[in-house]
């Protein structure tokens, strides 16, 4: 599993918290809300990443754990951090007898980092306010490497004193935590993240497949072009890799044909019109047919280079 890397901590009081879910994003923001100090009781389907993480994080005074269900993790939590994968594993570890909202006490905010739907996060809010409880969806961008730098970038809906209270605590693992709405507005701007995300992709394959049929140095050419009006992340952490075919990690193409099934659907619930959007999201299902499902995103520029002359 994914550890850490170093960060300064701001300087805030402990607290006692939950963490459910430690995928590849939520193992290294936990062990941020560790290292900046906080008593961090953690929960996962499968118990030996819960165990892995223990044993990398133990805490100071040893005081960090795990437990078998999220209700028994979430128990006298001020503040349950949630990262999983879909609408029903969030509702899986929030709702039930063993569900999250079980086990917390009155007033405890649930702060939700899964990329989901605007309609869960509005579900999961009235839900938790019928128990007493603060609910802010909070969906993160920057991936594994802004998981394990602590240099996420959080998209916030919800009530905004429960925001307040929660935003020092999330920036143990993030550059960037911040308000955008009522319950929902978090993840309809994770929407447009990927929507700009999605676009920008396939610019750079299209650049990168007719630099090299063109036969230019198409990593020379990115160094250039990197310094002028055509400088984007993508081309700065995705462009030599793509030259060099090199795809075997980062955000999968299966997340983000997962994370274009939400936009679209959006779409067609309040009428916006993305045509390009669903054009890449068919040409993401080309390289999923390519054998590419845990492929990087940027290797949709495989597709173009696979294309007959």
Not at 270 to 293: E, H, I, K, S
Request: glycine share 12%.
């Amino acid at each position: 599993m994914p550890g850490i890397n170093p960060k300064n901590y701001d300087t805030i009081s402990p607290r006692k918290v939950a963490f459910l879910g430690l995928g590849v994003m939520g193992y290294p923001m936990a062990g941020h809300l560790a290292q900046a100090g906080h008593s961090v009781t953690v929960y996962n389907r499968t118990a030996t990443k819960s165990e892995a993480w223990c044993a990398e994080f133990p805490g100071a005074q040893g005081q960090n754990g795990f437990k078998k269900t999220p209700r028994e993790a979430v128990a006298g939590a001020d503040f349950v951090f949630c990262c999983v994968g879909n609408d029903d594993d969030l509702r899986s570890v929030t709702l039930g007898a063993d569900g999250a909202f079980a086990g917390m006490h009155a007033g405890a905010i649930f702060v939700d980092h899964t990329t989901a739907s605007a309609s869960v996060a509005r579900e999961l809010n009235a839900a938790a306010a019928a128990l007493g409880l603060q609910f802010v969806d909070a969906p993160v961008s920057g991936g594994q490497a802004g998981a394990q730098n602590g240099m996420l970038t959080v998209m916030c809906g919800g009530d905004a004193a429960a925001f307040a209270a929660a935003q020092p605590v999330a920036q143990a693992f993030a550059r960037a935590v911040t308000l955008l709405g009522d319950s929902g507005a978090g993840q309809l701007a994770k929407m447009v993240n990927q929507i700009c995300i999605a676009g920008l992709m396939q610019g750079l394959s299209e650049a990168v497949a007719f630099g090299q049929r063109a036969g230019l140095d198409m990593e020379a050419v990115l160094g250039v072009i990197g310094k002028g009006a055509a400088q984007s992340w993508q081309m700065d952490n995705r462009g030599k890799t793509m030259v060099a075919g090199q795809f075997d990690f980062g955000f999968a193409v299966d997340w983000m044909r997962k994370d274009l099934g939400l936009v679209l659907d959006e779409a067609r619930s309040n009428g916006a019109r993305l045509p390009v959007t669903a054009l890449v999201d068919q040409f993401y299902a080309d390289v999923q047919r390519m054998g590419g499902n845990r492929w990087d995103t940027s290797s949709l520029v495989k597709r173009l280079q696979k294309l007959p002359d």
